[in-house]
């Protein structure tokens, strides 16, 4: 049997897969003083229908009122926009999950043989591989449960409720000391990350303003790579002869945990979650301090709207059978279908094998070298997501993850010399991360929360990472099988096969959201049926 060690999520990027036993594989400057002048301008500009408190409480609720006005006019004044300022804080407190949620897939990149000799199950790959695949059970499971608690609980709240089987499953692996503890241990890490996972590029969405929705959104994928990074940058320890690091590497996965459910009680919740639960005034207050007030009855109006036009306050998995949520329901779960199978974890898998011919023969060196290129594509994702649109990213990526591919077959194919064929391969590997980094990776986790309805939302995410994880879990159990059976050759090709398939089921079914509230997209799916 053969099980994925490290995975991948549509936010995030994998870094390895496994087998049976894993392989380690001018900005101008802002101007202060106009600044402050256009504070003072807009506090004291005409009379307030609004009662306003006096003195310096006063004051500052003036200034943190119109900073998102003051934002954009500094933006047409030919300074720095800072209009995502607000949310930022918020958004990178809740991407800490996916810096856990990466760490945790690099966790066992390394230290795995010394985890096996340790707790007594050293030379079997079944288990070996069972130890990683527990982690894709409870991240499914995870994920089903997500709607239910989001729903009930709010993103805040079940944020900081998910930080406990995280923190508990991080200290139970680092205490294990037979194979049941850190089954358990995995196990319970999964259910969070499956939870975490879903929950945060729908916070991120919903508490976002619409013009940097999308460059906020892929702090999820950079929280990721990072967490990955940092992973692989501790295992290289274990692979100097210290065969109790592991511990430790689990005992650090606790402090991440315990700063979401600090940090996330000084975080807002989400206001269209307030509106739907009736909390109409601690909405009104977060969006005018997010988003500025010349944003608040606009934003008001669109979330009250949608929210009455729904005949219920409760959604269930019914609804996603009626349109145009089976329709979104179909585009999510499709995507992740086609991400799976379009090759990451296959490619990740390889990568390290491709490192170790050319003479990188340390798997977390060569699996950091693949995280940086994909913490690089990120990077550059979140600066074009906002500016070209989510539709593009998403063709252009599949497209260049297809031409990687073809590369990798030729190196493979094609009568080259030895030193070529390698540096084809690691340019085509290379590409294929950058590339999916640019738009498979975070457009998916961004625009399936965009294009779903408010009531259906939660449901709409948790049913489509759900086959995420399935996908995910089948591609790890079968790929090396495929490949002694046809050869690299012919799976790379169908994974450029594939590529170019998601690519011409991106241009038909998938509408761009850039720029479009998610309150204007809903209304307007909506009215195509």
Not at 292 to 306: A, D, F
Not at 404 to 411: D, H, N, R
Request: proline letters at 4%; a neutral charge; glycine letters at 10%.
């Amino acid at each position: 049997m053969q099980s994925l060690a490290v995975l991948h999520t549509p936010c995030t990027s994998a870094i390895t897969s496994s087998s049976p036993r894993p392989r380690k594989l001018s900005l101008c400057r802002p101007n202060f003083v106009s600044l402050k002048l256009r504070r003072v301008h807009v506090r004291s500009s005409g009379p307030s229908s609004d009662p306003q408190p006096s003195g310096s409480e006063g004051e500052r609720n003036g200034v943190e009122t119109v900073t998102g006005q003051v934002f954009e006019e500094e933006k047409e004044n030919g300074s720095i926009d800072l209009g995502w300022l607000p949310v930022f804080p918020h958004a990178v407190t809740a991407s800490m999950a996916n810096f856990l949620f990466g760490y945790h897939i690099g966790v066992m990149n390394g230290p795995i043989e010394d985890i096996a000799r340790e707790l007594g199950f050293q030379g079997k790959p079944i288990l070996e591989g069972l130890v990683v695949s527990i982690f894709i059970v409870g991240a499914f499971l995870g994920s089903i449960c997500f709607s239910a608690l989001v729903d009930k609980f709010g993103c805040k709240r079940t944020l900081q409720l998910d930080s406990i089987p995280l923190i508990l499953g991080a200290f139970l692996s680092a205490q294990a000391n037979s194979l049941d503890e850190m089954l358990l241990g995995r196990f319970l890490v999964g259910i969070g990350i499956g939870v975490n996972t879903v929950l945060v590029p729908l916070y991120i969405s919903e508490i976002s303003p619409t013009k940097y929705r999308g460059t906020l959104g892929t702090l999820c994928q950079i929280g990721t790579c990072l967490g990955i990074i940092t992973s692989l940058s501790l295992a290289i320890p274990s692979e100097s002869g210290d065969p109790h690091w592991w511990r430790t590497m689990f005992y650090i996965a606790c402090v991440p945990g315990l700063a979401i459910i600090l940090g996330m009680q000084f975080a807002v919740e989400s206001p269209r979650w307030l509106c739907k639960v009736g909390r109409m005034e601690e909405a009104h207050e977060i969006i005018e301090k997010l988003w500025g007030r010349t944003e608040v009855q606009k934003s008001i109006q669109e979330i009250k709207s949608v929210v009455d036009s729904d005949a219920s306050d409760q959604s269930s998995w019914q609804d996603l059978l009626v349109p145009p949520n089976n329709k979104i329901a179909l585009i999510g779960g499709s995507l992740f279908f086609l991400q799976q199978f379009a090759g990451i974890n296959g490619v990740l898998y390889f990568s390290s094998l491709t490192f170790h011919d050319v003479g990188i023969t340390s798997g977390a060196l060569a699996s950091l070298f693949v995280g940086i290129t994909n913490f690089g594509g990120a990077l550059i994702a979140s600066y074009l997501m906002d500016k070209q649109g989510r539709r593009k990213l998403l063709i252009g990526s599949y497209i260049g993850m297809a031409c990687s591919m073809f590369l990798i077959v030729s190196s493979i194919s094609l009568p080259l010399s030895e030193d070529s064929s390698h540096a084809l391969s690691i340019f085509g590997t290379l590409l294929y991360i950058f590339t999916f980094a640019l738009g498979a990776g975070p457009v998916t986790g961004i625009i399936i929360p965009e294009l779903s309805s408010a009531l259906t939302r939660s449901k709409i995410m948790g049913f489509s990472f759900s086959v995420h994880w399935v996908c995910n879990f089948l591609v790890g159990l079968y790929f090396l099988e495929f490949v002694e059976k046809f050869g690299v050759g012919a799976v790379y090709l169908s994974f450029g096969g594939v590529s170019l398939l998601t690519a011409i089921f991106a241009n038909y079914f998938i509408v761009e959201t850039k720029g479009r509230s998610l309150e204007e997209i809903e209304m307007s799916l909506s009215k195509r049926t």
